[in-house]
């Protein structure tokens, strides 16, 4: 439990230089919203926040979609 205190993504956050698509569940209770815009919060490159309010820990089906869109633009496969 006293690691636990070291083991959030905000403390790396800081590190991650690549651009970011990030997903906050409203409702949460394995990564609460707070800790999650904290970590995005934290991020120094570009970033976008992809809010589903009516979902808990698993990705809902329109982050799902916008997930494989962002990754199809990275590697420069999207229109």
């Known amino acids: ?7 959030d993504a905000m403390n790396f956050a800081h590190g ?3 651009r970011a698509l990030v997903s906050a ?11 999650v815009y904290a970590a995005f919060n934290a991020l120094p490159g570009p970033k976008r926040m992809f809010d589903t309010p009516r979902h ?22 999207a229109p």
Do not use: K, M, W
């Not at 439990?1 to 083991?7: E, F, G, H, S, T």
């Not at 808990?56 to 496969?77: K, M, N, S, T, Y």
């Open 1 to 7: 439990l006293q690691a636990a205190r070291y083991v």
């Open 16 to 18: 991650i230089r690549a």
């Open 25 to 35: 569940g409203f409702i949460d209770r394995t990564c609460p919203p707070c800790s």
């Open 56 to 77: 808990g820990h698993q990705h809902a089906p329109d982050f799902v979609r916008e997930r494989l869109l962002f990754i199809d633009q990275e590697l420069g496969l």
